[in-house]
């Protein structure tokens, strides 16, 4: 032990904070792990053939599949997803009501962004008014789940909201419907439609674990490094101190 004296204060700090940079390397590499099987499994519903209404609600695994939809919007009761930026440019997502006429189910779809033109003003859109069918697929938050904000006494249509809860809309409405986001595939009803599956690609997070687990090697090499340092010099005053 006397070749190796890092000092009571410099080993407690390596104590408590190494094994929390090699946990946080390992976080990492188990999200970027996650990050892979959720782009596959979006990649193998996303060339699937879309299935009905009826078929969608009975599935317990409804992610990323694909849906035909045929029947109305309601324009009265629109939804303005805001904090939503495409190529730096700060947007809404226009989220609408969606009456199925198959399976009688409503649905919330997202119809794609739509950028602000001043923030004293909400953007403009048009509702198709007639019988359209489309194609979505589900959307599955990797994160917090959406929910619908507190809205305030009196608040009107279309109303600007933070987050998203289809459920909350439903009861408030007091309609029947899924609780799942349906985000509309390209079409001449959708607007810009180029939502990224995940918020950070597994590279991301690889690099992100590379520099936790660099952090804890430079931590433990200061560490060697300072013990194996106040060793020589102990031995240095000892050596120059007369017997």
Do not use: C
Not at 91 to 97: D, F, I, Y
Not at 140 to 161: E, I, K, N, T
Request: charged share 20%; no cysteine; net charge positive.
């Amino acid at each position: 032990m006397s070749a190796f004296r890092p000092g009571l204060l410099p080993s407690l700090l390596v104590l408590a904070l190494l094994p929390l940079l090699v946990g946080l390397g390992f976080w990492q590499l188990s999200r970027a792990e996650q990050k892979r099987e959720l782009l596959a499994s979006q990649q193998l519903q996303r060339h699937a053939e879309p299935i009905g209404v009826a078929a969608l609600a009975a599935d317990p695994d409804p992610a990323y599949r694909r849906v035909r939809l045929q029947g109305r919007f309601d324009a009265a009761h629109s939804l303005l997803l805001d904090n939503r930026t495409r190529d730096g440019r700060a947007g809404v997502e226009l989220l609408q009501p969606f009456h199925d006429q198959f399976s009688g189910q409503w649905l919330l779809l997202n119809r794609g962004w739509l950028p602000w033109p001043d923030r004293r003003s909400a953007p403009r859109f048009t509702t198709p008014e007639a019988t359209v069918s489309l194609t979505g697929w589900v959307y599955r938050p990797s994160g917090q789940a959406f929910r619908l904000q507190a809205d305030r006494p009196g608040s009107s249509w279309p109303r600007l909201v933070t987050e998203v809860k289809p459920e909350a809309l439903w009861r408030q409405l007091n309609r029947p419907g899924l609780r799942y986001e349906i985000r509309m595939e390209p079409s001449p009803f959708s607007f810009q439609v180029d939502w990224p599956v995940v918020a950070m690609s597994p590279d991301k997070h690889l690099g992100y674990a590379v520099q936790w687990f660099a952090l804890a090697a430079t931590l433990l090499g200061l560490f060697i490094y300072l013990g194996l340092h106040n060793a020589r010099e102990t031995r240095h005053e000892s050596s120059h101190h007369p017997a």
